[in-house]
């Protein structure tokens, strides 16, 4: 957050000088403006429970864990969210599911995962009891409902490195769907 | 001097004691955030006719990722003068979270005036962006979800649960909108009816624009004052007599977002249904979560806004929605309808995280 | 895929993050750009308590009123302290060893840091009198950019007592 500093004041230029002029700017009397950009390109240690979540995506599996009650948990917790007991073995589901709710982006944003309309969806894999965020590419919103079946469209193997964009999209079930498991 | 009604929580009874918001813009460039507070800080204080110096504590909520830049809240305290040293404090939370630390300070005895303020600017970021950083940073937040998205994805699952229509978003939106137009603070207000709203296209399917806050700069500040020194400042506090707040997992998939178990749990600790509620403040940014709130809340639910209790007579987050100050501004105006004599027994609810994922609930009511 | 299982498994997770921002300087920190632009130091002042802060954020710290006018200051001034800077860091583009002082303009009540070049670091002191170096107008803009660094002006040492209030 530092580049704030030569609008404030507070540590000029002279200790930044590859930023070279401030981009303030304004018309008339009006009050000085400026662009400007953070970035946070964070690393993060993801743990042994997500990690073996990560891993299976990068394998093309969809894994799960079990929590308190027996009920499976998707993605994994390391502590079960309602009980915060630690949640026990992991346990492959899916990849097939169920759509639990949907909204549909009629114009997605720059940082979204698709650059065409597309639908938020909340998908519950087949065996697990909670459900997923993620993108649902059905092209319309006329072919998308809540209780449709759904299946994950993992990149190809060689692309996938262990991050939930290694599921590019679900997908309708079936042999309608494109794509499948690299 | 006339008893202070029993609080449910707490061995000292507090009280609202003054209110006071800034206009709520779409963009405010002409002011930083200590400028912004400023004329909003002296206003509260300034209903009481007292100073600075008579502030025993001060708490504050605001979020440093809206403005972009390091330790905004610090400097706001500049807009309050922290000379001689102040006892002070600072939640990332909606400043209702703040109001409630500082309820939870008043308890201690040693101090009797608390100042609480929460300010936030939208103007200046991508709230479609800021907002997603506060998801699960490995399975959500790399996917960019934004809060229209995720409020789109509670509307659909109301609607597919048979619990609301796409009317009764409109309802919403129409009554909220209207009751703005007694609000002269309010940012968004208008009298149509919901078949006009209806007629607007999606933003995120199933919401349309009327069912979506306006992007807000504003400010607010509440004092409280505990026991006697609220009738030595205020003719009628606005007596907290119940106040609670919960939390659900972080796990968006793990919740039923047609349901809020946090505010029904707040609620119950609260003592929200041990009387009339005559008015109630929905920190509901979008017009379906009005719906779920008033279920939880034991409230009837009737989007018209026909029921005894008047829902959002403010017009609520609909019609204003200042991030980390809305939560506070509920509390405010239920709080400043008891203060001016029109009602005695008000709830004010707050939200914080992502659709309605933490919750606070807050009953207040006149000696 | 390696023999044991696990011995493969995900242990880091890149999360790239790029916020932008249209950043307002706000009504009072306005004229202080401006003024750098024009080769000016522009402060306010407490109504309250009458001191003289640059850069102005619109309020008094102390008072907490809004504080006024628009004080242009000269552009000399006292090290009220300083540290010297040995340590090479990433991105840093002045060369080693250099001074980060504190620099109380005359007429204000606060100090900003700044540099201090064109003298040894060595010889750097509390109380050492220095002037801006701004760089040529046609480069100046609304930003402390605006000014180069600050270097000694010749004038014989503050006294400790004019400017301990400030340290």
Redesign the interface.
Known sequence: MQRLGHVHGPCCRNFERGGGRSGMSAAGDQVLTAEHVLEYPYSRSVGPVIGAFLTGLRDGRLLGCTGSGGRVIVPPTEYDPETAESTGELVEVGPEGTVTAWAWVGRPAPQHPLDRPVAWGLVKPDGADTALLHVLDTGSPDTVSTGMRVRPDFLPEGERVGRIGDIRAFVPAGPAGRGGVG | MPAAPAPRQGRRPVAVVSFAQAPNVRR?????E??LL?PV??EVLGNLGIT?DDIGFICSGSTD?L????FSFV?A???????PPKSESHVEMDAAWALYEAWVRLQEGDVDTALVYGFG?S????L???L??QLD??????????PV??A??????LL?HGLATERDFAEVAARSRRSALDNPKAQVAYDRSADDLLGED?V????RRHALPPLTDGAAAVMLAAGDRAFELCERPAWITGIDHRVE??????RD?TSSPSTAKAAEVAGVSAGPVEVVELHAPFAPQELVLCRALGLPVDPTGAGSTSVNPSGGPLAANALMAGGLIRIGEAAARIIDGRVSRVVAHATSGPVLQQNLVAVLEGA | MADRPGSDQVTTLDTPIRLDYHFSAGAAATPYLRGLAEGKFVGQRCPVCRKVYIPPRGSCPTDGVATEGAEVLADKGTVTTYCVVNVPFAGQSIEIPYICAQVLLDGADISFMSLIQEIPADQVRMGLRVEAVWVPPEERGPTLASVEYFRPNGEPDADYDSYKAYL
């Open positions: 405010d460039t002409a002011h930083n200590v400028e400023l800080i002296g600075k990722y403005i972009g830049g390091p400097a305290l500049d807009a309050v003068g922290v000379w600017k103007s200046m970021g991508d479609g962006k800021i997603a950083l940073p490995y399975v959500m937040a790399p996917l960019w979800p934004d998205s995720l789109a994805l509670q509307a659909r699952a597919d999606y995120v399917a199933p919401l997992t972080h796990a968006l998939g793990a977002l």
